[in-house]
């Protein structure tokens, strides 16, 4: 039987330390590898921790835990490329329960929404996403991303 979760509220949170054992979960996770990166190899906690501090240390990007009702449920990242003149922004729900739900457009809403606040005379946020995430483009569309190539 399905599981029904009713969402009341949704935030984003400064990434910390004590979110990394999150992320080696989610990493790990090959179903959302499928839909994220293609990456089918298993991250140890220590490789998930380097990458993560580096992450914290990343004075180009800001790093977001996405929370729904205090619970944490993804990320979201949003960056500046190195020699490029655009932001770029990924986001992952991790915690499936929260698939389908519309968690994933909110969120991506709330941080275009950041980072016009924050960067209002940069321009423009680009994004990757796997021809076969379907989810995932329907929500981008829905926020306003057009397909570029």
């Not at 929370?67 to 932001?87: E, N, S, W």
Request: aromatic share 12%; with cysteine; proline share 3%.
């Amino acid at each position: 039987m399905p599981t029904t979760v009713k969402i009341r509220k949704i935030s984003l949170i400064k990434l910390r330390r004590k979110h990394f054992p999150l992320f080696y979960k989610w990493w790990n996770d090959p179903a959302l590898g499928r839909l994220t990166s293609g990456v089918k190899e298993k991250m140890t906690e220590t490789k998930v921790a380097e990458v993560l501090e580096k992450h914290l240390l990343n004075k180009r990007g800001k790093d977001f835990i996405i929370t729904v009702d205090q619970k944490p449920a993804g990320h979201v990242l949003i960056q500046k490329k190195k020699r490029k003149k655009y932001f770029e922004i990924y986001i992952a729900i991790g915690e499936k329960s929260y698939w389908n739900k519309g968690v994933g457009t909110l969120s991506m809403r709330r941080a275009c929404s950041w980072f016009f606040r924050h960067y209002p005379n940069e321009g423009a946020i680009e994004l990757e996403v796997l021809v076969g995430n379907s989810r995932a483009i329907r929500c981008y569309e829905k926020i306003g991303f057009e397909k570029i190539r």
